[in-house]
């Protein structure tokens, strides 16, 4: 892939995004997900079977997470220093849980890849899935919408991933008692400057090159899982608008009826596939996620209790359990969306009924769409409870 190849799909989504939002009449190319993959492939992130005959991006893949087990290492080591300092010590530990869950995350995502391929194509398909009767507008304002909503977010959390690695990285050349981005120790002292230039400046380089790569990996592969669940949401809008529009559609032609209430039902099970596929495939993500935000509002709350005389400090671990807090927040809501459109999908196929209208055919599907529609789809993993707000906030009081 050429470098302006790379440009192109790295710049995809916003180019898209720009394009439908000054024409009011187009009709987004892709799903967000679809414009998400290209971006980690631009950045050798994305390793499916295609790229992996790649020796170069096989390389770098290797290498990249070779560099993550060292940091991780001489973050650990550095914790044993940290030991008589709990500010610092909390410091530590915090960013350890973090590089963590990165690994645990890269390894996870290589292991799903080609399964995250096929849901990818999936949505694809429901995304080009044909729209009739009245709702046209209507279905073109949701599928801007469920573009224009990622591409901010993608974009604002770019900025502020950058902003964050920019201030890190500009640390040591303010703060006279700090000589690397991040504490870590190595053995030998290798860390020290004064001892090892060269050594102190790889280790710099690398701090810098782990920092900026793996927060910029974390909001492609969440925008990435999050885009999935809000499109088969916008899938689900879609659904509605037409089962409630149906009849209108349809007039008097009780076999256009009888081939329209086949279609978006077999609309719905696929939209019922992809949610249970996609709650399979990130379950061991969903896990960790959910244990992680909880060690990091835990440890966040003790350590500012303990240094609770120590605005600064203070106000650093606050910032830290708003982030987590935060993240945790944006999931339930996605979690609230689905479940609810998912429900609502009940309402518009009983408002879709008449009794006079359709052969018996017509009004089994419709009682099929109904009661499969009364167990909610929701985000969740296997042994956890669903992402919700209400969950979301029963964890906080606890």
Same mark, same amino acid.
């Given at each position: 892939?050429?470098?302006?190849?790379?440009?192109?799909?790295?710049?995809?989504?916003?180019?898209?995004?720009?394009?439908?939002?000054?024409?009011?009449?187009?009709?987004?190319?892709?799903?967000?997900?679809?414009?998400?993959?290209?971006?980690?492939?631009?950045?050798?992130?994305?390793?499916?079977?295609?790229?992996?005959c790649?020796?170069?991006?096989?390389?770098?893949?290797?290498?990249?997470?070779?560099?993550?087990?060292?940091?991780?290492?001489?973050?650990?080591?550095?914790?044993?220093?940290?030991?008589?300092?709990?500010?610092?010590?909390?410091?530590?530990?915090?960013?350890?849980?973090?590089?963590?869950?990165?690994?645990?995350?890269?390894?996870?995502?290589?292991?799903?890849?080609?399964?995250?391929?096929?849901?990818?194509?999936?949505?694809?398909?429901?995304?080009?899935?044909?729209?009739?009767?009245?709702?046209?507008? @209507?279905?073109?304002?949701?599928?801007?919408?469920?573009?224009?909503?990622?591409?901010?977010?993608?974009?604002?959390?770019?900025?502020?991933?950058?902003?964050?690695?920019?201030?890190?990285?500009s640390?040591?050349?303010?703060?006279?008692?700090?000589?690397?981005?991040?504490?870590?120790?190595?053995?030998?002292?290798?860390?020290?400057?004064?001892?090892?230039?060269?050594?102190?400046?790889?280790?710099?380089?690398?701090?810098?090159?782990?920092?900026?790569?793996?927060?910029?990996?974390?909001?492609?592969?969440?925008?990435?899982?999050?885009?999935?669940?809000?499109?088969?949401?916008?899938d689900l809008?879609i659904?509605?608008?037409?089962?409630?529009?149906?009849?209108?559609?349809?007039?008097?032609?009780?076999l256009?009826?009888?081939k329209?209430?086949?279609?978006?039902?077999?609309?719905?099970?696929?939209?019922?596939?992809?949610?249970?596929?996609?709650?399979?495939?990130?379950?061991?993500?969903?896990?960790?996620?959910?244990?992680?935000?909880?060690?990091?509002?835990?440890?966040?709350?003790?350590?500012?209790?303990?240094?609770?005389?120590?605005?600064?400090?203070?106000?650093?671990?606050?910032?830290?359990?708003?982030?987590?807090?935060s993240?945790?927040?944006?999931?339930?809501?996605?979690g609230d969306?689905?479940?609810?459109?998912?429900?609502?999908?009940?309402?518009?196929?009983?408002?879709?009924? @008449?009794?006079?209208?359709?052969?018996?055919s017509?009004?089994?599907?419709?009682?099929?769409?109904?009661?499969?529609?009364?167990?909610?789809?929701?985000i969740?993993?296997?042994?956890?409870?669903?992402?919700?707000?209400?969950?979301?906030?029963?964890?906080?009081?606890?």
């Amino acid at each position: 892939m050429t470098l302006k190849e790379n440009v192109k799909n790295l710049l995809g989504i916003f180019i898209e995004a720009s394009i439908v939002l000054k024409d009011p009449q187009r009709t987004p190319s892709h799903t967000v997900a679809y414009f998400d993959r290209a971006q980690m492939k631009a950045f050798g992130f994305y390793m499916n079977s295609e790229e992996r005959c790649k020796p170069f991006l096989l390389a770098w893949n290797y290498f990249f997470m070779f560099q993550m087990m060292m940091n991780m290492a001489s973050f650990t080591y550095g914790l044993f220093e940290s030991l008589n300092d709990i500010v610092l010590f909390g410091r530590d530990l915090a960013f350890i849980i973090a590089i963590f869950f990165e690994i645990f995350k890269m390894i996870h995502f290589s292991i799903h890849v080609e399964e995250i391929d096929k849901l990818i194509n999936g949505l694809e398909r429901c995304f080009s899935w044909e729209t009739k009767g009245p709702v046209r507008n @209507e279905v073109l304002s949701i599928k801007r919408w469920h573009l224009l909503l990622p591409a901010g977010v993608m974009g604002s959390w770019l900025f502020l991933v950058i902003t964050f690695t920019l201030i890190m990285l500009s640390t040591p050349f303010w703060v006279e008692s700090q000589k690397l981005p991040f504490h870590v120790a190595y053995p030998f002292d290798l860390h020290n400057p004064s001892k090892h230039p060269i050594a102190h400046a790889l280790i710099f380089a690398s701090q810098g090159c782990i920092t900026f790569y793996s927060l910029i990996w974390i909001v492609f592969a969440d925008v990435l899982a999050g885009s999935i669940f809000f499109e088969l949401t916008s899938d689900l809008k879609i659904l509605c608008l037409q089962l409630r529009f149906m009849n209108r559609y349809c007039d008097s032609d009780d076999l256009m009826l009888d081939k329209e209430i086949n279609r978006l039902a077999l609309f719905h099970q696929q939209i019922i596939r992809l949610v249970d596929r996609s709650n399979e495939i990130f379950n061991g993500a969903f896990t960790m996620q959910l244990m992680v935000i909880f060690l990091l509002i835990s440890l966040s709350g003790f350590e500012a209790m303990v240094s609770r005389h120590d605005h600064e400090v203070v106000a650093e671990y606050l910032v830290l359990m708003v982030m987590a807090l935060s993240h945790l927040s944006c999931w339930s809501k996605f979690g609230d969306l689905l479940t609810q459109e998912s429900l609502e999908v009940a309402v518009a196929a009983y408002d879709a009924y @008449e009794p006079t209208r359709g052969n018996k055919s017509v009004h089994q599907r419709l009682g099929l769409i109904i009661l499969r529609a009364q167990k909610p789809l929701s985000i969740k993993s296997k042994i956890l409870p669903p992402f919700t707000l209400v969950n979301n906030l029963a964890v906080n009081i606890r």
